[in-house]
């Protein structure tokens, strides 16, 4: 987790309602230098997309969004590198080590940051982060969890990004800003990659 997650700082949260578009969205991540995705199981269309996109061979696609082991089995049937949660879940962090792949759960509150530890996971999603205290919030749990990686999520765009991925504790950020799903609607992919690449240069410097 930690070692892509460190190279791609930037992590595109995916929602797509058809699989047809997995491919072009794809070429347009890479193009725009995110090649990384978690593509969310809000839609029917989720594991036939993970499928297309793992397939393509220049990004890294994992599943979002996974709530059940089933959701893991298919998740990882269908070629995701790595698990995805809205929270903890022992059941899905036991069926992602049976698997062999990364899980990364949901945790907001110290309890949750501890009851992760427990079952070995020092990497969380911090989820949603704009409405549990931002940036402040995050910084404020590093102080008792040291050894504990943040990846916030929810309510980051341009704006704030920043803002999180100057914490020493953060690996990663995880948003939608760069993969708007009207775009990807309207097959307007010369835009993923536009937004992509801005969100690569705006960090550039970190």
């Known amino acids: 987790m930690s070692t ?6 930037i992590v595109p949260v995916v ?3 058809d699989p047809a578009a997995a491919g072009p969205l794809a070429d347009a991540l890479v193009a725009g230098g995110l090649p990384v995705a978690e593509v969310t199981f809000r839609t ?5 997309a993970i499928a297309r996109m793992s397939r393509h061979g220049g990004v890294t696609v994992g599943a979002g969004t996974v709530t059940t082991p089933e959701q893991v089995d298919a998740a990882v049937e269908a070629g995701a590198s790595f698990v995805v949660s809205p929270g903890l879940s022992a059941a899905v962090v036991t069926r992602c080590r049976a698997h062999g792949v990364p899980a990364l759960p949901g945790a907001t509150t110290a309890t949750e940051i501890m009851a992760a530890l427990e079952l070995g996971v020092d990497v969380v999603k911090f989820f ?7 940036a402040k919030a995050v910084a404020a749990l590093s102080a008792p969890f040291a050894n504990v990686r943040f990846v916030p ?3 980051i765009d341009a ?3 920043l803002d999180y ?3 020493p504790s953060v690996l990663a950020i995880g948003g939608s800003w760069m993969v708007p799903r009207s ?10 990659t536009r937004l992509a690449a801005e969100a690569v240069r705006s960090t550039s410097s970190l």
């Open 128 to 134: 949603p982060a704009g409405t549990s205290g931002g």
């Open 183 to 192: 775009a990807i609607a309207a097959g307007d992919f010369a835009a993923v």
């Open 44 to 48: 029917d269309a989720a594991a036939a």
């Open 153 to 155: 999520t929810g309510g």
């Open 159 to 161: 704006s704030n990004a």
């Open 165 to 167: 991925l100057r914490l």
């Open 15 to 17: 929602v797509l309602d």
């Open 4 to 9: 892509f997650l460190g190279t791609n700082r």
